[in-house]
């Protein structure tokens, strides 16, 4: 099975800083690789999605990116965090199956 | 629309059963899914099942499918305060598809 790590696991940085969050998956090749942010008490929204090395779909317009520079490897970043990007960040990784699971999430609070 | 929906809270008492449903949208659903999320934590799948079945069983949980209707029940039989947790629903559409829509979650409350 599938095994998600993601780091940091907590993350505290001021308005304008940059954010770099990672994302490795083991267990499987080739996956469809996702990032949520789930705000306080809410569900989830979709950020990006990768289907491939190089290869990033965003959902919504925003001050975050994301990059696959490996096939296991997936990175969330921003150039000036926003107060609003504060939020629980999840990556979700879909290997050969149709099921999606999910990492341990980054908790990111911007002051 | 792409609506996956679900009641937002449920409070149960220790021993009785949790039902939490969940309505969705798209017929064209292969599998759908149940995830559990506590606290601080990333989602857990807990079970899922597919589009032509009707009921799958799992030790506690039994999970209800009507497709005509397009509503998705949980039953966790005998709840326990360890069961306290956001319960999400989650239905795939088309095989090989790339998104998992998910509904903004159940919080399962369970008093002692």
């Known amino acids: 099975s599938q095994t998600i790590h993601q780091w940091p696991a907590t993350l505290v940085q001021p308005v304008g800083s940059p954010l770099s969050l990672e994302c490795t998956v083991e267990g499987t090749s080739n996956p469809n690789l996702y990032w949520y942010r789930q705000a306080a008490g809410r569900g989830l929204q979709l950020l990006f999605y990768?289907?491939?090395?190089?290869?990033i779909s965003s959902e919504v317009p925003q001050n975050l990116s994301a990059s696959r520079p490996q096939d296991r490897q997936f990175i969330l970043s921003s150039k000036k965090l926003l107060l609003s990007d504060s939020g629980f960040y999840l990556c979700a990784s879909q290997g050969m199956g149709e099921t999606q699971y999910f990492g341990p999430g980054t908790r990111l609070l911007v002051l | 629309g792409e609506d996956v929906e679900q009641s937002l809270f449920l409070s149960v008492r220790e021993g009785d059963s949790s039902v939490i449903n969940c309505t969705y949208t798209?017929?064209?659903?292969?599998?759908l899914y149940w995830y559990k999320q506590e606290p601080g934590a990333g989602l857990q799948l807990l079970t899922y099942i597919f589009s032509n079945m009707d009921m799958k069983q799992d030790q506690r949980l039994t999970v209800l499918l009507n497709k005509k209707d397009k509503h998705l029940s949980l039953r966790i039989a005998d709840t326990q305060t360890g069961d306290s947790a956001i319960y999400f629903c989650a239905e795939k559409r088309g095989t090989g598809g790339f998104k998992t829509i998910f509904g903004a979650g159940t919080r399962l409350f369970v008093k002692a």
């Open positions: 990768s289907v491939g090395i190089g290869q």
């Open positions: 798209d017929s064209s659903s292969t599998y």
